[in-house]
């Protein structure tokens, strides 16, 4: 018995090894700026996409102008408002706070973060 508890963790490990490896690796900050833009892109138009679902629920229009910021595991730790077109104040904020939720799905150099300013269009 004890020896497939010790078998079940092994393939535990071994898988959570391997999901760790399936997520890329971006060194170049051009590349990394380039992923970052395609992944809002994805959210915004996919079908899955949490910035599109976002939209339908909160009934957004206009266009929000905000710099994005991401860590070296993909999160974005911050967003900053540049500007807003049409829209309120109010889905503005609830769409800041969509973004910071969002992850990338790569990871970039260690201790690095990275900065791009995007537009969402409703």
């Known amino acids: 018995m004890g020896s497939r508890i010790i078998i079940a963790l092994i393939m535990m490990m071994a898988s959570i090894t391997m999901k760790a490896q399936l997520k ?5 900050a051009e590349e ?5 833009k395609t992944v809002l892109d994805n959210e915004m138009t996919g079908e899955d996409g949490a910035l599109l679902k976002f939209k339908e629920k909160n009934q957004a229009t ?3 102008n905000f710099d ?5 595991k993909g999160q974005v730790k911050s967003v900053f408002v540049v500007d807003r077109e049409g829209g309120s ?7 800041k706070d969509a973004v910071l939720k969002l992850k990338m799905g790569f990871k970039t150099p260690k ?4 900065k791009i300013n995007y537009k969402f269009k409703f």
């Open 111 to 114: 201790s690095k973060r990275y």
């Open 62 to 64: 206009g266009t929000y």
């Open 32 to 36: 990394i700026k380039s992923a970052i």
């Open 68 to 72: 994005v910021t991401i860590n070296d």
């Open 24 to 28: 890329k690796h971006y060194t170049d």
């Open 89 to 95: 104040e109010e889905v503005q904020n609830l769409l």
